[in-house]
């Protein structure tokens, strides 16, 4: 047994925020209450602190198989439990794609051996061809949570039906990356930044709201569900609010960078910043945070991308890749310019990193109470940390190394078990 003793408990699913103890028994929740006292129990003493459920992270790339040198399932798991993550779905760009049964099952066996909880979408198209839908039912039945062909969008607007009505019929939906490869220029970066500063064509808004309303729509018509991914402008989350207002099942998620920081970090980060969706303007940034508070945006997701430093450091940054470490940063990033700055209270903050995701896929997770998972994450909201290059993933492609940021992940338990301990 185990008891979390002192620490400031908050359940966002039930909306309780109370200084308690949690007692652990096995892989569950026995008892939330004052003053616990079990004689012979491990205590972790949590004065101070604040105890709240696993994070859940619906979107990370852990890279296996095929780029395992960028990270790997075990290492991401590593990752995520250092940042109190005790739940994560997979994106399937991998290589090979999780296209077919085989692939998955053999993600799902390696996800098996890891002390958190790992889930995997599957591929929307095969291979991500953009034409050819996969055997979503197949792929379900064998352990897929949902489809995406997240990295890659969906041009064809009649592929984007067909796999909604298909989605439906299944009791599933699809997520999307949207952008329009016709209406861009180079990824990872932001139209006005690649215009004023690097005297190329970047990433437009265009491209990101104008593929959004097409596909809300569709949904809309179709009275399927649509989740939308990272988004990045103004404009899109006026899109998906009135899609919701018209009753259309759409849900969306933001990642931490693009309520913090704008594409001017490129200026000092360089490649570390390059991303895609590109950080955008800061009336982008002001949106995507009224976004997270109106609901209209309902989940924060890392979009954790690892990648080598020796594919990030090179001479030309128009050839470096997209994407930044997410997962050890996310709950400072959310503390620092949300929590910190009053544009959310906590349980608001977290509520978009625990019960909005699960309830997303309905997983067992996400939530604190008496008989439910031991899945907890236990955290300082107030102590300061400088964010170094020691991080547990592989890859270390942050632009926030060197930044001073609030909040420190202290313990991670996933299934009552010890899964993270602050050094």
């Known amino acids: 047994m185990l008891v979390i003793k002192n620490g400031r408990v908050i359940d966002p699913k039930s909306q309780f925020d109370q200084v308690c103890d949690v007692l652990i028994d096995g892989p569950k929740i026995v008892k939330i209450a004052k003053h616990i006292e079990i004689e012979g129990a491990d205590v972790i003493d949590a004065a101070g602190l604040v105890v709240a459920p696993g994070l859940v992270d619906i979107h990370v790339h852990f890279r296996e198989p095929g780029q395992v040198h960028k990270e790997d399932i075990h290492t991401g798991a590593l990752a995520a439990a250092a940042g109190g993550f005790t739940t994560v779905v997979m994106m399937a760009n991998t290589h090979p794609t999780i296209s077919d049964v085989e692939t998955l099952k053999d993600v799902l066996a390696s996800a098996a051996k890891e002390n958190i909880h790992i889930y995997t979408n599957a ?29 890659i969008p969906l041009q064809s607007a009649k592929v984007v039906k067909d796999a909604l009505d298909l989605a439906k019929a299944n009791g599933t939906f699809i997520a999307l990356h949207e952008e329009d490869p016709e209406l861009n220029g180079i990824l990872g970066f932001n139209e006005d930044i690649a215009r004023d500063q690097f005297h190329f064509c970047g990433a437009t808004g265009l491209a990101e709201y104008s593929m959004i309303a097409r596909d809300t729509m569709i949904a809309y018509d179709r009275r399927a569900h649509l989740h939308i991914q990272h988004l990045s402008k103004a404009e899109s989350v006026k899109v998906v609010e009135f899609a919701q207002q018209l009753g259309a099942e759409i849900t969306a998620e933001a990642a931490p960078q693009h309520f913090s920081k704008t594409e001017d970090l490129l200026l000092t980060k360089g490649a570390a910043a390059k991303m895609n969706p590109p950080l955008r303007r800061e009336s982008d940034r002001q949106a ?63 509520a978009k990193m625990t019960v909005n995701p699960s309830s997303l896929y309905h997983f067992d997770a996400g939530y604190l109470a008496e008989d439910g998972p031991a899945d907890i994450v236990i955290f300082s909201d107030q102590e300061e940390r400088t964010v170094t290059d020691k991080f547990a993933s592989k890859a270390s492609n942050s632009p926030f190394i060197g930044e001073k940021l609030i909040g420190t992940v202290k313990y991670t338990i996933c299934e009552g078990q010890l899964v993270y301990k602050q050094a």
Do not use: C, W
């Open 123 to 151: 591929t929307v198209t095969k291979n991500f061809d953009g034409q050819h839908l996969t055997d979503f039912k197949a792929l379900l039945d064998a352990g897929a949570v949902s489809f995406s062909d997240d990295g």
């Open 288 to 350: 995507v945070i009224e976004g997270l508070k109106s609901g209209v945006i309902s989940i924060i997701a890392t979009d954790h991308a690892p990648h080598h430093s020796d594919e990030k450091n090179v001479t030309d940054i128009r050839k470096a890749p997209s994407g930044m470490t997410g997962l050890e940063t996310s709950l400072s990033l959310g503390l620092t310019y949300l929590v910190a700055s009053g544009e959310l209270s906590l349980p608001d903050l977290l």
